[in-house]
């Protein structure tokens, strides 16, 4: 087993377990579907570079269950409000 899934520390910072094993999971089918890692490793372990993702607070579970990058923000299909007026 992995040392960083023993401590409650990354369990307590995504939100419980069931939460941690969905963000694990849906990050594993970004990365094994080509998605860029987020950190910087000497490994070609996904394992790794997911849970090294979670500890740096580089991703997290949106109020949807969907994974999210921190930063990355949702954009309208609309555009942005701007207003150009006075």
Do not use: C, H
């Not at 910087?40 to 394992?47: F, K, N, V, Y």
């Not at 993702?53 to 555009?79: A, H």
Request: glycine letters at 8%.
């Amino acid at each position: 087993m992995l040392e960083e899934l023993k401590e409650e520390q990354i369990v307590n910072k995504v939100g419980g377990r069931f939460k941690l094993s969905t963000l694990i999971q849906k990050r594993l089918v970004q990365l094994n579907k080509g998605g860029p890692a987020l950190v910087d490793l000497e490994t070609s372990d996904m394992m790794k570079i997911v849970l090294q993702e979670i500890i740096q607070d580089k991703i997290f579970l949106d109020t949807s269950n969907e994974v999210r990058i921190t930063g990355d923000l949702p954009i309208s299909q609309d555009g942005p409000d701007l207003d150009l007026g006075d």
